[in-house]
């Protein structure tokens, strides 16, 4: 492989395992010091303990308050940071998103999340493939499962990190002492690399497993995922019909949401009880937190997609007509209206996540989506701030705007409009949290694989191909299980199979990820951009030219910025509130290696990404 920088990354000492497998007691820490390595590693039941670590930490990037996930959602079109009460979030990404900004905070972004996450994750698993050999199993097949599912969460890491931060150290195996020299691996050889072991995974993983836990359909999906990676889409298209064959979508209602009124298909597709169904057949791979398991005072078991993705209803500036104020979490006393409970029905939302007129209207726009149950246009499944109802108890005795519908005020702030006043879909993020007053999301499984978007890579991959008549196939099996229209072959390009993931995959797929697998895509075929005049993209300089404080902003660099800038109507309208100005770079495309990292790298050079400060001290390898 191509050496090209050198990084060091602190590894921790202490493997963290967890109790076994086949309950839910395996999502409860035990104490470590219990656990020994040389002790525990010793056969399949020892391995999969130590690759409960890995698939428990998982669930780190969806759970809790401003969750991973949101970082990768807002460094793409989808959304923006919705915060407007500080300085330092994800506005400015030319002032916030630098080496050594605080990369990893509630308060700010995900990013350095992602790179010592990642890392650990990698650790977890080379623990169990560094020793594969000195353990004792009933025979190869068990031996092999076990060596496959390491193999699926050292790639899943490494998928992840050849995308968010380009070239980046390759560790192969287990390390017992700390290291200060390692050296960063070109992408490409890495990806080559997940590629021949996730083909092995594919062939030794179970079919079959408890939820939570690596199967082979999940070993099958991230082999696509990385195959489109390397333009092997042939392989790609194979391991989707096969994945598909075995578990069809989910085109019946199937959980006893379907008696609820005001409910649909994808409600029960994306509840509590479909993720728990045993006859689910669509979802591929999970993490889990089950109801009211883990302790009640453990933010982190929570998903808190309510209070990420619902916007700030309880602000006092959302003020009725007459300038009272209009919203509350307690209702008033003796209030019997259901309808008037916000908290309740809705979740207490802080507006984190700001979604884009991309995404809370153009996609929904077209004749087409006029009967999509996902979209807007569906009263059961999407919610706007003009559905809700003033409820503040001071209104009741006297004020006539009491349990009348929401009213935009007229000189709402710029601030407040971003984060107290959009649509978003209620039927994606809506979690019941019994164990809380202030309902932000609880304890669920969620989604990391479906079949959904199984399809939806297949459809990419004829794309690639220039096979658009398949491609429109494969969108169609998504579409019209969701109440679209089927769209024709002439219809297909980029744009749209963008388009279809943003409704199917919303909170789920990492899209900043996608975005810039496709802008790389895009450089190696030398495919013609349709979306963008028949634009052709090239691997040269795709991070732009470089310099300090250069942020460049012409179009045409990479796919990854076109499409944000071109979407994102906060960056190409210039959308300004108190904290800064809505800003991006085509460097961003990656994003930069944590400055913790270059400096206390004290036996190497560490080179960062082209755009950011300390790029000009880059050393060739």
Known sequence: MKKSIYIQLSLCSALVVFLAACSKDWLK???????????????????????????????????????????EIMQSEIAVEGTTDKAGPQVNMDAALLPDADLNNVNTTKVGWYWYEGYKGIKYANTVISRIDTAVFKDENEKNAVLGAAYFHRAYRYFKLTHQFGNVPFLDREFNDPKYDFYSYDRWSILERMKSDLEFAYQWVPEKVDRGRTSKAACGVLLMKVCMALTDFDRAITIGNEIVAKHPLMKNRFTANQNKPNTNLMFDLHSVEAKLDGSNTEGLMYVVAYPQVELADNPNARIQTMRNAVPFWNSANVKTPDGRAGTSVDLAANETDPSLNINEN??????????TWYFTNEIWRSDKEANDMRGILNTDSWRKMEDLKYNHPALKSSNPWYGKNLIKPVNMSIEDTIRCWYSWPHYKVFVPDPLV???????????????????????????????????????????????????????????????????????????????????????????????????VYSLENISGPGGINSNVKQMGVNFWYDRVVSKSNFYNHGVKQKFGEYKVSVHHLLWPVPANAINTNTKGVINQNIGYPGAEKNVPR
Not at 36 to 53: E, S
Not at 469 to 497: C, F, H, M
Not at 503 to 525: D, F, M, S
């Open 29 to 71: 820490p035990d104490q470590l010091s219990k656990y020994d390595p040389n002790t525990t590693l010793i056969n399949a039941q020892g391995m999969y303990f130590a690759l409960a670590a890995c698939e428990r930490n998982m669930r780190h990037e969806y759970y809790g308050d401003n969750a991973p996930i949101l970082t």
């Open 346 to 355: 809705y979740g207490r939302g802080i507006g984190r996540l700001r979604s």
């Open 437 to 535: 007053l202030q309902k932000a999301g609880g304890e669920t499984p969620w989604y990391i694989y479906r079949s959904a978007e199984v399809f939806l890579m297949m459809a990419e991959c004829y794309y690639w191909k220039n096979d658009l008549a398949q491609a429109a196939v494969n969108l169609n099996e998504v579409r019209t299980r969701a109440g679209a229209s089927p769209i024709a072959a002439g219809d297909v390009n980029i744009g749209e199979i963008l388009d279809e993931r943003a409704r199917e995959l919303y909170y789920e797929e990492n899209r900043h990820i996608e975005l810039v697998r496709i802008a790389y895509t895009y450089t190696k075929t030398k495919k013609p951009c349709e979306i963008f005049g028949g634009r």
